[in-house]
């Protein structure tokens, strides 16, 4: 079955220590993997997309198949990323998302 | 562009009676999705249209339906309201493209639906 699973649901940091949102997924097939973001009375948004291999705001995600997961890291955490960040995989288009990991970065 | 559009933004029925939420994609993008998302937990993928026919159906009962419009607004109905149904329910559109498969999908601010 396919399946992304976000093991932790709060992940709270100070000001400037790494972060790092675990995500593992089951999929069989090449997976395409996301991380989508809700800031407070903000709608979903796309963070980022692992075929693009960028770093949006700071923040990057590697693709371990071995591992199954697609872990999201920031090496210094801001106050405004305090947000709720859920991990998904597109099944043709449609996207399977774990329950969300609600990160807060304390002061 | 305001994004993609949903209505209403909030509304409360009753248990057994009907509802019906309008979906609005960006212009240009040819593929709506909804998702329900429960209070706790991340979105649920309900239905795919692309080009007004369907594209995906999650494992949701027959009592929710939807259908998409020339101009590719999006309807989503609800039949038979329960108590569980109480959620908030998003819209996504993308391009689409070829097979409408894997591409961007833009969210919609939702609609709080309670059955009470």
């Known amino acids: 079955a396919q399946r992304v699973t976000q093991p932790e649901k709060l992940l709270s940091v100070f000001k400037g220590a790494p972060v790092e949102l675990k995500c593992n997924y089951s999929y069989s097939g090449s997976p395409e993997l996301f991380w989508y973001v809700q800031y407070s009375r903000q709608r979903l948004q796309l963070l980022l997309r692992?075929?693009s291999r960028e770093s949006i705001k700071g923040f990057t995600a590697d693709l371990n198949k071995g591992e199954t997961s697609f872990h999201l890291k920031k090496p210094f955490a801001q106050e405004e990323d305090s947000a709720m960040y859920y991990c998904?995989?597109?099944?043709?288009?449609?996207?399977?998302f774990g329950q969300g990991t609600t990160l807060q970065v304390k002061p | 562009d305001a994004g993609v559009t949903q209505s209403p933004t909030h509304l409360i029925k009753t248990r057994g009676q009907h509802v019906t939420l309008r979906c609005s994609p960006i212009s240009g993008h040819k593929s709506v999705s909804w998702y329900q998302q429960v209070l706790g937990q991340g979105p649920q993928f309900i239905f795919q249209?692309?080009?007004?026919?369907?594209?995906g159906r999650g494992n949701f009962p027959d009592r929710f339906s939807a259908r998409q419009f020339p101009n590719y607004s999006s309807e989503l109905n609800v039949n038979a309201l329960l108590l569980g149904d109480s959620a908030l329910y998003l819209c996504a559109s993308s391009h689409g493209g070829t097979g409408g498969y894997s591409y961007e999908q833009y969210f919609g601010p939702g609609t709080r639906l309670t059955v009470t």
């Open positions: 998904a995989l597109s099944n043709t288009g449609k996207l399977i």
């Open positions: 692992h075929i």
């Open positions: 249209y692309y080009e007004k026919e369907e594209r």
